[in-house]
C-alpha cells in the first residue's frame, strides 16, 4: 500500500474545509456558539488525525522496505559469513566475497572453495608447531656479560627454562666484499631465566665469545625471538628468480638455489635427486633408476645444528689462533735470545779471532825457535860424531902404544861416555 502524498492529503483538507465553512456559517444563525466551536474542533481533530494516519502509513511504507532490504542484506551476510566460518564451495558467494569493496579475506581468481575456520585453525596449527612460538618487536632493557635482560612483564608466555633464538628483526643482506657481516645478525641461542612475576633474563647457552658480546651489545631492537629455529623449507624460496636468489644468497651456495627443481646432471649425488615417472608422479628414492624424469634438489639445512657447529669452528679457530699467537711469541721470544746468543757468540768469536792470530804468532815463533834448536842440534851431532871419531882415534893410538909397553890401556872417558 503506497501512502499519501503531502500534495494529495493537502487537496483533500481544503475540499474538506469549504463545507465545513459554509455549514459553520449558516449553523452560527440556528446554533450555540458552543456547537459551532465543537464543529470545527471535530474537523481539525478529523484533518489532525487524517494526517496522522497519512505519517503512519508512510513511515510504516519506509520502514517496511528497509526492513526488506535489510533483510535480504542480513541474509546474504549470513551466508557470506557461514561460508568464512563453515566453508563453502559456492561460486556465487565466492565471487560475492571477492568482489567486496573491503574484502575480507584475499581469494585467488581460480579459487573453487573457501576453507572452514577450523579447517584454517588446523593449518595455523600445524604451522605454528612446526615454525613454533615467535615474539617479534622485543626490545631489551640491558645487556651485560651475563646476558639479555627482559623488561617486565616480558613476552607474554615465555617460561624460564625456555631455550629460544634471538634474531634482529629485518631483512637480511649480504657480507661486504671482504667478508664483514652487515645488515640483521643471528644473536644467537638463549636460555630463559628468572622467577615469575620477575624480569627475564636470557643466558646463553654457549658462553660468547669476543665477536659475538661485542655483536650483541652493539645490536639495535627491534629484535624477534623463536622457540624453534626457523626450519630451512624449499617453499621459501619458490618463485624466485635467478637474480633475486643472487641478491638474497652469497655466492658460495647460490648456484644450488638456482639449480632446485631443474633437471639433474649425472655428476649430482643421488641423494640430491628426485625422480618422477611418465604419468608425473614422485617416485620414491629406492626407485630412482626406474624414473623418466630425475630434477635436483637442494640440501635442506639444520640451521640450529650449522649454527652449532659454525660455532664450535669458531672457538677451535680462536683457540688455534691463540696457541699460534702464544707460539708466535714464544718462537719471537726464542729469536731474540737466539740473537742475543748470536751476538755473544760472535763477542767470543771475534776475541778467539784474536787470540788465533797471537797463537798463531806465538806458533810461528815457537816453529822458528824450534828449527833453530833443530839446526844447533844438527851442530850438535856433528860435533859429537867428530869428537866421538877423534876419541875413537886416539883410543887406538893409546891402546896401541900400551900393548908395546905390555900394561891393559885405560878407556878415555869421552868414550866412556859415548858408548
Not at 533483510?71 to 563453502?88: C, D, I, P, S, Y
Not at 618487536?137 to 612483564?153: Q, S
Amino acid at each position: 500500500m503506497q501512502p499519501i502524498t503531502i500534495q494529495s492529503a493537502f487537496i483533500v483538507s481544503l475540499i474538506l474545509l469549504v463545507p465545513v465553512i459554509v455549514i459553520a456559517f449558516f449553523s452560527a444563525r440556528t446554533w450555540h456558539w458552543g456547537h459551532v466551536l465543537v464543529m470545527l474542533g471535530i474537523y481539525a481533530a478529523t484533518i489532525w488525525f487524517f494526517w496522522l494516519g497519512r505519517e503512519t502509513l508512510r513511515i510504516n511504507s519506509v520502514y517496511r522496505t528497509a526492513i526488506e532490504r535489510k533483510t535480504k542484506e542480513l541474509e546474504q551476510l549470513t551466508a557470506r559469513n557461514n561460508a568464512l566460518e563453515k566453508g563453502t564451495d559456492d561460486a556465487g558467494i565466492i565471487a560475492d566475497l571477492r568482489n567486496e569493496q573491503e574484502p575480507a579475506v584475499a581469494i585467488p581468481e581460480n579459487a573453487e572453495s573457501i576453507p572452514s575456520l577450523d579447517d584454517l585453525d588446523h593449518q595455523i596449527l600445524l604451522a605454528t608447531r612446526l615454525r613454533g612460538r615467535v615474539w617479534r618487536n622485543v626490545a631489551p632493557a640491558g645487556i651485560d656479560a651475563a646476558g639479555i635482560t627482559l623488561p617486565a612483564p616480558g613476552p607474554a608466555g615465555l617460561k624460564p627454562d625456555t631455550v629460544v633464538y634471538v634474531f634482529e628483526e629485518g631483512p637480511a643482506q649480504l657480507p661486504t666484499a671482504d667478508g664483514k657481516p652487515q645488515g640483521k645478525q643471528y644473536l644467537g641461542e638463549f636460555r630463559a631465566t628468572g622467577a615469575p612475576n620477575q624480569p627475564i633474563k636470557l643466558v646463553p647457552v654457549q658462553p660468547l665469545d669476543q665477536f659475538e658480546q661485542q655483536r650483541l651489545s652493539t645490536s639495535r631492537p627491534p629484535w624477534v625471538i623463536y622457540e624453534t629455529m626457523p626450519p630451512d623449507r624449499h617453499a621459501i624460496f619458490a618463485g624466485m628468480t635467478e637474480e633475486q636468489l643472487k641478491q638474497k644468497l652469497p655466492p658460495q651456495s647460490v648456484q644450488e638455489y638456482i639449480r632446485h627443481g631443474k633437471e639433474a646432471t649425472t655428476d649430482d649425488d643421488e641423494a640430491r635427486q628426485i625422480g618422477y615417472d611418465e604419468n608425473g608422479k614422485l617416485l620414491p628414492p629406492e626407485q630412482l633408476a626406474q624414473a623418466a624424469e630425475r630434477l635436483y634438489q637442494r640440501r635442506l639445512r639444520d640451521y640450529a645444528a650449522e649454527f652449532d657447529e659454525l660455532a664450535r669452528r669458531r672457538v677451535e679457530m680462536d683457540v688455534a689462533i691463540a696457541a699460534l699467537t702464544k707460539d708466535i711469541e714464544r718462537l719471537a721470544a726464542a729469536i731474540a735470545s737466539a740473537k742475543e746468543l748470536q751476538t755473544s757468540r760472535e763477542g767470543e768469536v771475534r776475541r778467539l779471532n784474536s787470540d788465533l792470530v797471537g797463537i798463531q804468532k806465538e806458533r810461528n815463533a815457537i816453529e822458528e825457535h824450534r828449527d833453530q834448536v833443530k839446526l844447533q842440534l844438527a851442530r850438535a851431532r856433528e860435533l859429537l860424531s867428530g869428537l866421538l871419531k877423534q876419541n875413537s882415534e886416539l883410543a887406538r893410538r893409546l891402546a896401541a902404544g900400551e900393548t908395546r909397553s905390555g900394561s891393559r890401556p885405560a878407556i878415555p872417558l869421552a868414550l866412556d861416555a859415548a858408548n
